[in-house]
């Protein structure tokens, strides 16, 4: 099982970047994924789901700026990540939870990619 994470880097306040995950080792359309991210002495916190069917689910700090999606046919998920601001900086991780309507539920995750908001 893989999930390799791209897409990080330096960007300023109000500025975007795209992150994706690439799956690979698992039945990736079985699986709700994930973005979560953990700042430097803080915990890991979730920043976006999306599941099995489609259903989309954000922390509250990142409303409106960004946006989860999946793409089954490349197993892939995406985080569209715009207006972006200080507070966003963290090492940004892909998750995948599954596979779902199984009593054995597994619980993947990348290397994490870092993203840095500063002027």
């Known amino acids: 099982v893989q999930l390799v994470e791209s897409g990080g880097g330096l960007v300023q306040p109000g500025g975007s970047l795209r992150l994706s995950c690439a799956a690979s080792?698992?039945?990736?359309?079985?699986?709700?994924m994930g973005w979560y991210r953990q700042a430097p002495g803080k915990q890991r916190e979730l920043v976006a789901t999306?599941?099995?069917?489609?259903?989309?689910n954000y922390a509250d700090s990142v409303k409106g700026r960004l946006t989860i999606s999946r793409d089954n046919a490349n197993n892939t998920v995406d985080l569209q990540m715009n207006s972006l601001k200080p507070e966003d900086t963290a090492v940004y991780y892909c998750n995948a939870d599954g596979p779902i309507g199984t009593l054995s539920r597994y619980d993947y995750w990348g290397q994490g990619t870092q993203v840095t908001v500063s002027s």
């Open positions: 999306i599941t099995t069917g489609g259903s989309i």
């Open positions: 080792g698992f039945t990736f359309s079985r699986y709700n």
